[in-house]
């Protein structure tokens, strides 16, 4: 599953990897929680005039999808999480999954990995070196009985791949660059004609950096949730032994 990611890059940075150019600047967000707006790649049908680049808008939207059928979404679970293997069949997303498929820009990923009946220890999963992932999303807009309208959204997961699945069962979908097209043509690629996009993404895509338990409250939002343990660690020393130097004076 995918219930806690990042996305630290710069506007232009996320601009350059999705070839769009229709969002203003914002802030990096390292502890990204269920309920809080994210963004998302969609196809916008034709190209901005003048310009070379893919027709493709961002929008921000809800994590967490809700049908467009609901009467009362709080009595549905929070769908943030879609399993790619029977979206096209489930009535929360098959609409989504035939038209609407999005891209949803990430720096990385949040899991947890047990450890017998101890806490589980959280790990950082990033492309190795850094820089952008693109996950597999899909978007619903909800209207409620006052006319009032909400974009939401859910991340797909997959199979865990063979160096991942020590950690968890299940992992973002991947969409790699040269595959965003087909993602996102909903007029003529139907869901069965993009299964194949949703496979385990290749090993060695992805490192997993283990860090503090820090990031399981939403509360962090600061860049030393993504510190490794050995680094967190070093900084919590670091930071005592400044306190005790100015208790001093």
């Given at each position: 599953m995918c219930g806690r990611f990042t996305l630290t890059a710069g506007p232009e940075e996320v601009e350059d990897f999705f070839e769009t150019h229709d969002f203003a600047p914002f802030p990096p967000r390292y502890n990204i929680p269920p309920t809080e707006p994210i963004l998302a790649i969609t196809s916008a049908g034709q190209r901005p005039p003048g310009s070379n680049l893919p027709a493709r808008r961002s929008m921000l939207v809800r994590w967490g999808l809700i049908p467009a059928w609901a009467k009362n979404p709080k009595e549905l679970p929070l769908l943030i999480n879609a399993r790619a293997e029977t979206a096209a069949e489930k009535a929360a997303f098959k609409a989504a999954m035939r038209h609407r498929r999005v891209l949803i820009p990430?720096?990385?990923f949040y899991e947890w990995k047990r450890r017998g009946t101890g806490r589980p220890q959280p790990y950082f999963v990033r492309p190795k070196g850094g820089g952008l992932v693109a996950f597999a999303g899909l978007i619903e807009t909800y209207a409620d009985a006052?006319?009032?309208?909400i974009d939401t959204g859910a991340?797909?997961?997959?199979?865990?791949n063979a160096e991942f699945v020590?950690?968890?069962?299940?992992?973002p979908a991947?969409?790699?660059p040269r595959d965003f097209e087909r993602w996102l043509d909903c007029r003529s690629q139907e869901p069965r004609d993009v299964a194949d996009l949703?496979?385990?993404?290749?090993?060695?895509f992805f490192e997993a950096i283990p860090v503090s338990d820090k990031v399981n409250a939403v509360a962090n939002t600061g860049p030393d949730v993504q510190l490794s343990v050995e680094l967190a660690e070093k900084a919590d020393r670091a930071g005592a032994a400044a306190d005790r130097q100015l208790s001093l004076f």
């Open positions: 990430a720096s990385g006052n006319g009032s309208e991340i797909l997961t997959t199979a865990a020590s950690i968890h069962a299940r992992m991947v969409i790699e949703l496979l385990p993404v290749r090993q060695g």
